[in-house]
């Protein structure tokens, strides 16, 4: 169905947004602490986006700047 199929985009969406930002995390990457862990607090929410209550209908959280 049309839920089944949004699922499966935003996965796909999630999946690219997790994947664009795994140099935030690496143990050379040039941001501060202070923006590692906002980056690895927004690829949290992101993880779990699939468990929220409204899944598919959720909104993504935003990109740290």
């Known amino acids: 169905g ?3 199929r949004l699922a499966a985009k935003h996965r ?3 999946n690219d ?3 664009a930002s795994d140099w935030t995390q690496a143990n050379d990457s040039p941001l ?5 862990i906002e980056w690895a607090t927004y690829r949290t929410a992101l993880r779990d986006l699939p ?3 409204d899944w598919p209908d ?3 959280p935003e990109e740290p700047s």
């Open 58 to 60: 959720v909104t993504f």
């Open 32 to 36: 501060s602490n202070d923006k590692k």
């Open 2 to 4: 049309a839920d089944d």
């Open 12 to 14: 796909e969406t999630r």
């Open 51 to 53: 468990s929220s209550s």
């Open 17 to 19: 947004l997790l994947a």
